[in-house]
């Protein structure tokens, strides 16, 4: 069974697999992930604790706060899940949305995340 074969049977998101269609194994596309919500899913699914991550991505955030009519709205969402934090699925697919939301804002913050996302997590296995 493949890598994306794998990930579809676990429930990633259609997008996600048909960018890894695109990738030659799942080492190349951690490492070349431009989506943060993607990566998060993915430790989620794994069981990595993910509360100083979110922690982290919400300190990245916070550098793209000016000139946002939205800011306001997603900073209220991810103070919620910041203040509510649990391992459960609820709280972790909150916390997805919130980083969804604040990267589609801002690409770069995208970027960003995924850089750090990567400092914590360089090699992981499917």
Same mark, same amino acid.
């Given at each position: 069974m493949s890598f994306v074969?794998?990930?579809? %049977?676990?429930g990633a998101? *259609?997008?996600a697999v048909e960018w890894c269609r695109t990738q030659p194994d799942f080492t190349t596309a951690w490492k070349c992930c431009i989506?943060? /919500? &993607?990566? $998060? &899913?993915?430790? %989620?699914?794994n069981g990595y604790n993910l509360r100083r991550l979110i922690d982290r991505l919400f300190e @990245? *955030?916070?550098k793209f706060e000016q000139g946002s009519d939205d800011w306001d709205d997603a900073t /209220? $969402? %991810?103070?919620?899940?910041?203040? /509510?934090?649990s391992e459960d699925e609820e709280e972790l697919n909150r916390a997805n949305t919130a980083s969804d939301l604040m990267g589609m804002m801002f690409r770069s913050a995208k970027v960003e995340a995924c850089s750090m996302i990567r400092s914590?997590?360089?090699? @992981?296995e499917l």
């Open positions: 074969d794998k990930l579809k %049977a676990r998101c *259609t997008p989506e943060p /919500s &993607w990566m $998060m &899913w993915h430790l %989620a699914y @990245i *955030t916070d /209220s $969402m %991810a103070d919620d899940v910041n203040d /509510s934090l914590h997590y360089p090699e @992981i």
